[in-house]
T-cell receptor, first 114, second 114 residues
């Protein structure tokens, strides 16, 4: 498998502020990481594919200027929710692709925007 | 877009019973994955299937990659209380999407009566 960590595990912020979430691949150099969002009692929804050294690929309907992704190294990808609003409150989960379309997920970050 | 139909949506079973859930799609996939998600945590990979017809076990779990590449099932034998959680199927590749992307089912919520 692969060991993936996320930080912070939960965050509460005021509306209008920005929040950065880190995703680290602890035992594998990942050229590709994925960011998902999960609302209560729903499945995972892919937001974007994070590519090391290049721009992220965003899914349709996901605002790239609002959800900034930086994949600066083979072990770290960050997701910044800019000017967060209450509707951005969700569970954000990253994953690492370790080949053959198999993904290993981080523990998730619970974001609550007041 | 691509969709996976996962059933049942939820189930209550008596401890010790066997459980079966499945996913179907109108499109083919190259990879089928089964994950378990506990509340407030990221999904954990249970079984990965890479070849049509493949039958793979992981302890009390058994999963099969349908021969048509459009379906997969997961069986849990002799269920125990810690099997409680939400199980997701995911299909990868085979549909011209970005490499490594997964399509998720909506999940099967498993509850065990002690």
């Amino acid at each position: 498998g692969a060991v993936v960590s996320q930080h912070p595990s939960r965050v509460i912020c005021k509306s209008g502020t920005s929040v950065k979430i880190e995703c680290r691949s602890l035992d594998f150099q990942a050229t590709t990481m994925f960011w998902y969002r999960q609302f209560p009692k729903q499945s995972l929804m892919l937001m974007a594919t994070s590519n090391e050294g290049s721009k992220a690929t965003y899914e349709q309907g996901v605002e790239k200027d609002k959800f900034l992704i930086n994949h600066a190294s083979l072990t770290l990808s960050t997701l910044t929710v800019t000017s967060a609003h209450p509707e951005d409150s969700s569970f954000y989960i990253c994953s690492v692709n370790r080949g053959e379309e198999t993904q290993y997920f981080g523990p998730g970050t619970r974001l609550l925007v007041l | 877009g691509q969709q996976l139909n996962q059933s049942p949506q939820s189930m209550f079973i008596q401890e010790g019973e066997d459980v079966s859930m499945n996913c179907t799609s109108s499109s083919i996939f190259n990879t089928w994955l089964w994950y378990k998600q506990d509340p407030g945590e990221g999904p954990v990979l249970l079984i990965a299937l890479y070849k049509a017809g493949e039958l793979t076990s992981n302890g009390r779990l058994t999963a099969q990659f349908g021969i048509t590449r459009k379906d997969s099932f997961l069986n849990i034998s002799a269920s125990i209380p810690s099997d409680v959680g939400i199980y997701f199927c995911a299909g990868g590749g085979g549909y011209g999407g970005s490499q490594g992307n997964l399509i998720f089912g909506k999940g099967t919520k498993l509850s065990v009566k002690p």
